[in-house]
């Protein structure tokens, strides 16, 4: 089964830019949906954005604007561009997978917007 894993987190300030990774085990060429999430302390996991396979993407009112998802099949990962950071983004973010009809989870990385 193909496994997601992100990277790219850590500490920004507010204003700031991050660029998460998502990188597949395996290929994400036939994965038809790829979402990101996050959970940040204390509140239940929101959804932030998602691709489909033909790369349409939607995102949450909250990043619109600010946050930008893409793929690149070719490298079997999905990547969050966050431009304009707030400290309310700060959150552990995970990249999901659609497989098979079941969402598999990444282990998150933590994003920390603060000064």
């Known amino acids: 089964q193909v496994q997601p894993v992100e990277s790219g987190g850590g500490l920004v300030q507010p204003g700031g830019s991050l660029r998460l990774s998502c990188a597949a085990s395996g290929s994400i060429s036939s994965i038809n949906s790829i979402t990101w999430n996050r959970q940040a302390p204390g509140k239940q996991r929101e959804w932030v954005g998602g691709?489909?396979?033909?790369?349409?993407?939607s995102y949450a009112e909250s990043v619109k604007g600010r946050f930008t998802i893409s793929r690149d099949n070719g490298k079997n990962t999905v990547y969050l561009q966050m431009n304009s950071l707030k400290p309310e983004d700060t959150a552990v973010y995970y990249c999901?997978?659609?497989?098979?009809?079941?969402?598999?989870w990444g282990p998150g990385t933590q994003v920390t917007v603060s000064s």
């Open positions: 691709i489909t396979g033909g790369r349409i993407t």
């Open positions: 999901n997978l659609r497989v098979s009809g079941a969402w598999v």
